[in-house]
Every structure is written in C-alpha cells, then in structure tokens.
Nanobody, 112 residues
Framework: QVQLVESGGGLVQAGGSLRLSCAAS????????MGWYRQAPGKQRELVAT???????NYADSVKGRFTISRDNAKNILYLQMNSLKPEDTAVYYC??????WGQGTQVTVSS
C-alpha cells in the first residue's frame, strides 16, 4: 500500500527558509505525478507545486520564485524548498501522489 510521510515543518520567522520532505513507500516518486498542497485554518486545501512523471513543474502564483519542488529518485523522496517565507504561507502542508494518495501533513508556521 502507498504511504507518504511528510517532515520538515516547524516555526520560522518571516524571510526564513524550510525544506519539507515526503518519503514515499509502496510506490515511486519518479514514475508518478507528485505534488505539495497546503491548507490554512478556515480555508480550502490549495495546490502549492507539482512535478509530473516527465519532470514538468507547476507552481501556484503565490509561491513562484520562492518555492522549489524536486525529487530524489534514489531515496524515493519528494522535497519542497521554501525560501523567503511569509506569514501567509502558514498552513498544514500535504504531499500527494497521483492525485489520489495523501500524507498526514506537516505544520508550517511563519511568524511576522
């Protein structure tokens, strides 16, 4: 069965950086469409970034130029490098595989 385990969240000041990791088991990050999504309190879950099987990248306008999605095929891990963080980036961040499977989420809190 597919399992996705996120890590790397935490509390950071505005302008700081975090790197989220999503360790996959039961499937491979290199052969699936993968993505990061986030959900802030009282808001719907929204797309942050995706990487397709053939490496095409897509970012939400709000994170373009600040966040980078990548994957390590050998380790079977999906990453999200987040720079220049803003308070409005505060949310629970979820890893997704094939638009079907979800991780448990990791909390990111950005203080002003």
């Amino acid at each position: 069965q597919v399992q996705l385990v996120e890590s790397g969240g935490g509390l950071v000041q505005a302008g700081g950086s975090l790197r989220l990791s999503c360790a996959a088991s039961g499937s491979t990050v290199s052969t699936n469409d993968m993505g990061w999504y986030r959900q802030a309190p009282g808001k719907q879950r929204e797309l942050v970034a995706t990487i397709s099987r053939d490496g095409r990248l897509n970012y939400a306008d709000s994170v373009k130029g600040r966040f980078t999605i990548s994957r390590d095929n050998a380790k079977n891990i999906l990453y999200l490098q987040m720079n220049s963080l803003k308070p409005e980036d505060t949310a629970v961040y979820y890893c997704n595989l094939r638009y079907i499977f979800w991780g448990q989420g990791t909390q990111v809190t950005v203080s002003s």
